[in-house]
């Protein structure tokens, strides 16, 4: 029996309940789905106990997108797709439609603005990774640059699906992990590997002290005074490089230019579908923070480049 819609939310926190976009086929079918198909690399079908069709066609995204090209999908969706699509967990965009005929044209459209159609099957999905210097202070290194670079590289390996078995890579910029990169098949970690470096004459300025000594997860942040200024210090044993404490206070810097860079772990799974879920072993301990199209710049540099 089809699930049907619930009652709206009485709240305004948070998105609108995801049922009311769902594509009427997977409405109507929902929990009642009798096998799912590869038809192609990028495109799948899904068949209901009905009978009833859907169609998915998924396109590799940059991950961090620009309004212009979320309109441009969505302008895709409009015209073949009547406006459905969805974006999955690994930043692929997924165009869902019930007419077998709107796959052709919409491949030919999605491959002309230069978007790839793949990663379905046996091939390596949308690599994840988190905004680094975007978003967040706590970056090692320019994760966008490596995975540009990573999936330039094996491209071929994302509009086939020629692997044993599918791949999932992951990129993260710190320990912190954001990219749950510790449950992916292959990972690239940017890590620090200096503790924080403490500007004591600006601490007191720019830094509210309690929150800085809390902010720590190992305890390692301790207030103290230097030539009669609040300050804090840090016990080094302690300090695990996770960041944290240059988010709350800037005037603990961490970036290093010869300390910071990048780890690899393999091995590791988030489903538990097949196996048992698995943490990602350390592979490679630390290649320095060069790597094609990386630029490590310090954060006001780059502020003051891009605003
Ligand atoms: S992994 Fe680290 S640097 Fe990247 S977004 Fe998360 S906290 Fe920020
Ligand atoms: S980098 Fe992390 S572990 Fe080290 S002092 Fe700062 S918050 Fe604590």
């Given at each position: 029996m089809a699930t049907q819609p619930s009652a709206p939310r009485k709240t305004d926190i948070g998105p609108p309940h995801y049922e009311q976009f769902l594509h009427p086929v997977i409405k109507k079918n929902y929990g009642q789905w009798k096998y799912h198909e590869?038809?192609?690399?990028?495109?799948?079908?899904?068949?209901?106990?009905?009978?009833?069709k859907i169609y998915s066609i998924r396109v590799g995204s940059p991950r961090?997108?620009?309004?212009?090209?979320?309109?441009?999908?969505?302008?895709l969706a409009d015209k073949y797709c009547d406006g459905f699509l969805r974006f999955t967990s690994r930043n692929n965009v997924e165009f869902l439609t019930d007419k077998e005929k709107s796959i052709e044209p919409l491949i030919k459209d999605v491959e002309a603005q230069g978007y790839p159609v793949g990663g379905t099957g046996n091939?390596?999905?949308?690599?994840?990774?988190?905004?680094?210097?975007?978003?967040?202070?706590?970056?090692?290194?320019?994760?966008?640059?490596?995975?540009?670079?990573t999936m330039d590289e094996l491209y071929e390996y994302f509009v086939d699906m020629k692997l044993p078995y599918k791949l999932k890579l992951a990129a993260a910029c710190c320990l912190n992990m954001c990219g749950a990169v510790h449950c992916s098949d292959i990972a690239i970690l940017g890590i620090h590997r200096r503790p924080p470096k403490i500007k004591d004459e600006q601490v007191s300025r720019v830094c509210e002290i309690p929150t800085t000594v809390s902010s720590c997860p190992t305890a390692a942040i301790r207030p103290t005074t230097v030539e009669g200024k609040q300050t804090v210090k840090v016990d080094e044993d302690r300090c695990m490089f996770c960041a944290n404490c240059y988010t709350v206070c800037p005037a603990m810097p961490i970036a290093d230019a010869l300390?910071?860079?990048?780890?690899?772990?393999?091995?590791?799974?988030?489903?538990?579908?097949r196996s048992e879920p698995m943490f990602t072993k350390l592979a490679h301990p630390f290649l320095p923070?060069?790597?094609p199209r990386c630029r490590r710049v310090d954060r006001a540099d780059w502020l003051a480049e891009v605003l």
């Open positions: 590869y038809l192609k690399p990028g495109v799948m079908v899904h068949v209901a106990e009905s009978g009833d961090l997108i620009s309004v212009d090209v979320i309109r441009l999908f969505a302008d091939a390596i999905s949308n690599i994840i990774h988190t905004q680094g210097w975007v978003h967040c202070h706590s970056a090692a290194t320019d994760v966008s640059g490596l995975v540009k670079a300390n910071d860079g990048v780890s690899l772990w393999v091995g590791g799974k988030v489903s538990n579908a923070n060069n790597p």
